[in-house]
């Protein structure tokens, strides 16, 4: 309540009326009168509103309009897009390693053979009787560019004997060893009987377990050549080539010039669990990419991580390290603001990360010692994820809710009210870019006297909320979508509910998002939800009976002792067409109410025109007399007055403006006996 404005202290201004004085000298005696304002007031229709959370605006035309806004829901739907972690390891060994074949060959011609024997090229000649151990030779090889001692998991030796004579040769014995600080370490022992001329003989062993250096001699210790019935023509370029091939090359130890060498390349794909939902794209508000990588190699490991289609500022995810010799990797990198397209490699996918890794050693030109153990071991996770956004199908979700929260106050409004439009909006804003069905299963309001439920024939089919839209403003990403659901009394019995003065209200009711279950082009982003509110509007338009206004002044009387009678007026300028009763309550400092004065005039009505609207205000003067209240008013230092209004006529609505105001003033009149008595 606005308080009164207090005028003044009271100073009674005395004005003798009469005086009698006898010539009996008995007692003489002055009535004195005094008069004056101590406070005026102006009230308005605001005054009746108080601390309430009910408020009024002003329209354009100066009428009133009841404003009411209250918070129902505020969903973020943070669970229609949850992604678990997911993780790879891998375990590759240097025995994997390619170690490039090894291959050399050498030989001898004809012309070596028969030197011996004095004989020309070109002539033609038989050998009449076998002749024994015609060669002799050994053919060394360097490997050490490709290892310098290896002891083979696996491994195949082959040797190729071709002759190129015009004569057999038989009893060939071919002796391959490995060659260790000039110590010969055999690999095998080869024996050909026959080699007819221009045959070839090819024999391969299993080199599984043995240890060869990178020192290697092929011995051809005895070759003879059977007796020839018939003649050929020498020919010295004629050739007997031997060839060793050494492949398919496994190592359980060695010690190499370790070569360029992929130890992983690998296109993974790993697949989201999102619940219900498919997703193309989701953008990451955090996630760590962990990583953990122990190396047994006795060279530096080079490795590469990438994820093609996660990116950040157009930048794909890319992570390169080199481990030392034998050493460790244990690194967490954050995945905070990195976009993932989660189509897949082939972009026909969903809900799916395409990976690349790669772990390699490159040469260094020197030797190293592996064993078939050494190898890599790598456990890359994806984890701690939390999306800030998501596109896709979003899958369907279903909210409940049932809230009991306060209501509009129109507590303050006392007695009967009837408004002639009330309109209660239930707004949805939306800012999911996918549709949902809004069921409201039940609204009902509660007060002291009595409940209320909404009834409607809206309610008996679900609302259908519309998607948002993306913005592509980066600071404002969504431009949501409002749906209002207007409740009148056209349609609804919500003005009975507003005019039962309730406190609160409850209602049940249910989201379903995607209701339909065929939108796949949705999207989320997890800081904007779907909120629902309640606006009310109420244009001041009423009936009232026993309306209720209250204001108070602080006073300071200046009180004689003896006052013979008094009264209070009243002159009330009235700016709404209401009439009025007014009562007066005299209070002390602690709101006590020490005295009620009432008066038997009222307030008329303000004039209005032929539209209901005051054209002018009316005068009303109301007295309030009083007796013997001398110690009450010396006690009273507040004075509080009681408006109650009633529309006329009573059952015509009366639309109130902001202009309308009941304006007072407070005037006191006291009457006081003055006397003496005179000593002769």
């Known amino acids: 309540m606005k308080t009164l404005i207090q005028v003044s202290s009271l100073f009674l201004i005395f004005l003798i009326s009469s005086c009698d004085i006898r010539e009996d000298y008995q007692l003489p005696s002055w009535d004195v009168e005094a008069s004056a304002p101590i406070a005026t007031s102006s009230v308005s229709f605001d005054d009746l509103l108080g601390d309430t959370t009910l408020s009024i605006d002003t329209l354009g035309d100066k009428s009133l309009v009841f404003v009411y806004q209250k918070d129902l829901v505020d969903y973020n739907f943070d669970e229609i897009v949850e992604l678990n972690s997911i993780s790879i390891s891998k375990s590759e060994t240097i025995g994997d390693v390619d170690i490039d074949d090894v291959s050399f060959s050498d030989g001898t011609n004809f012309g070596e053979i028969v030197s011996q024997f004095n004989i020309d090229e070109g002539t033609p000649f038989s050998f009449e009787n076998e002749i024994n151990d015609v060669l002799n030779k050994t053919i060394t090889h360097d490997a050490s560019d490709d290892f310098q001692e290896i002891k083979f998991a696996n491994g195949t030796l082959k040797l190729t004997l071709s002759n190129g004579f015009d004569v057999d040769l038989s009893n060939i014995i071919i002796d391959i060893y490995s060659v260790d600080n000039g110590q010969n370490l055999p690999l095998n022992t080869f024996y050909i009987a026959n080699l007819n001329a221009g045959s070839t003989y090819s024999e391969e062993i299993d080199l599984s377990g043995k240890l060869m250096t990178g020192n290697i001699e092929v011995s051809i210790s005895n070759v003879d050549i059977p007796a020839q019935t018939n003649a050929f023509i020498v020919n010295y370029s004629d050739e007997l080539l031997a060839q060793v091939d050494i492949m398919e090359i496994q190592l359980d130890e060695a010690i190499v010039i370790m070569p360029n060498q992929e130890l992983i390349n690998e296109d993974t794909s790993f697949v989201f669990d999102a619940g219900g939902a498919l997703l193309d794209r989701v953008r990451m508000s955090s996630g760590d990419i962990k990583m953990d990588i122990s190396s047994s190699l006795n060279t530096v490991l080079k490795f590469e991580y990438k994820i093609p289609k996660a990116t950040l500022n157009g930048e794909p995810f890319s992570v390169y390290r080199e481990i030392p010799a034998g050493g460790t990797l244990n690194e967490t990198i954050s995945l905070a603001n990195y976009e993932f397209d989660l189509t897949g490699q082939d972009g026909n996918q969903s809900n799916t990360v395409f990976v690349e890794s790669y772990a390699r050693i490159d040469s260094t030109g020197e030797y190293v010692s592996l064993s078939l153990d050494n190898g890599v071991e790598s456990t890359i996770s994806i984890e701690n994820i939390l999306p800030s956004a998501a596109w896709g199908y979003l899958g369907q979700d279903t909210v409940k809710e049932s809230r009991e929260t306060s209501f509009l106050d129109l507590s303050a409004l006392k007695g009967d009210i009837d408004f002639e439009f009330v309109e209660v909006k239930m707004v949805t804003e939306n800012n999911l870019g996918v549709a949902a069905d809004l069921h409201v299963l039940k609204i009902e309001s509660s007060s002291a006297e009595s409940s209320i439920q909404l009834e409607s024939p809206l309610l008996a089919s679900p609302f259908i909320i519309e998607p948002a839209v993306e913005s592509m403003d980066p600071q404002n990403p969504v431009t949501a979508v409002k749906t209002e659901i207007i409740f009148d009394e056209s349609n609804s019995n919500i003005d009975k509910i507003v005019e039962s003065k309730p406190n609160s209200i409850a209602f049940d009711f249910e ?49 004689p002792s003896v006052i013979l009678d008094g009264s209070f007026t009243i002159v009330v300028n009235n700016g709404f067409p209401f009439d009025a009763e007014i009562k007066m309550e005299l209070m002390n400092n602690a709101d006590r109410v020490l005295q009620t004065l009432e008066s038997e005039n009222f307030v008329r009505a303000s004039e209005v025109n032929i539209e209901g609207v005051t054209v002018a205000t009316t005068e009303s003067i109301l007295n309030f007399p009083f007796d013997d209240l001398s110690l009450i008013l010396d006690r009273t230092k507040k004075i509080g007055v009681e408006i109650t209004l009633n529309t006329q006529p009573a059952d015509q609505f009366v639309k109130l403006y902001s202009d309308y105001s009941i304006d007072m003033t407070v005037i006191a009149n006291f009457e006081k006996l003055i006397s003496q008595t005179i000593v002769e």
Do not use: C, H, R, W
């Open 511 to 559: 989201m379903v998002v995607n209701g339909d279950n065929s939108q796949n082009d949705g999207f989320i982003y997890l800081d904007y939800g779907v909120s629902s509110e309640l606006q009310i509007e109420i244009p001041v338009s009423m009936k009232a009976s026993n309306m209720v206004m209250k204001d108070t002044v602080d006073v300071s009387l200046s009180v």
